[in-house]
């Protein structure tokens, strides 16, 4: 017989669901929250119900940002921010890259989320990922940048999705695309890399 109450054990299965939380750590997070004396699990669930709620993509960069209510065009604070160089542009497989990637300081470019990988066992194409809307972006001539670098992670998927996209890019000859340095370990993730081998890869970039 399960020596958990079935309330507790709800809980630890919901967390467990969670990419990176197995039952061992959601066990320790939902013991810890029934031992604090502030009524802490209300914060959260209040925080996670309303983390989707005023949360939309920028119609830019498609990274995530605030959405004001009945505004349908927004921005997220990079593409907001003037002092940014409009000239280049970055692109990242998800909002988490970019993140690490600003935490590195060493880029002071624009970015363009994907939001993913092409996979077709995952049944992931062109279509399911911001590819299209970084062309039109291209086609705008207030867009156009000098470079593209490509910052994907080093696994099978991504290398075709690096690929894919210069092929796309071959069009707009006078954008240069770069990619990152060696330095992102095969299979690693960007977002899993310490800050100073992001910042190597990103000072070492190379001609695609
Ligand atoms: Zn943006």
Known sequence: MNSLPKSIQN???AL??????????????IFALLKNEMPLEEKIAKALLNLKKN?????????????????????CGVCHDFSRDKKVICIVEEPTDLIAIEKTHEYKGLYHVLHGVLSPMNKVGPEQLRIRSLTERLDNTDEKPDEIILAL????????????????LK??????VTRLARGIPTGGDLDYLDIGTLSRAMLDRREF
């Open 11 to 13: 809980a630890i299965d």
């Open 171 to 176: 069009k707009f000859s006078t954008i240069k």
């Open 55 to 75: 949360l939309g993509e920028c119609e830019r960069c498609h990274h995530y940002c605030e959405t004001i209510e009945g505004e349908s065009n927004v921005q």
């Open 16 to 29: 467990s669901d969670l990419p990176g939380i197995g039952s061992r750590s959601a066990e320790r997070l």
């Open 153 to 168: 992670s080093g696994n099978i998927e991504a290398d075709a999705t690096a690929l894919y996209l210069t092929n796309e």
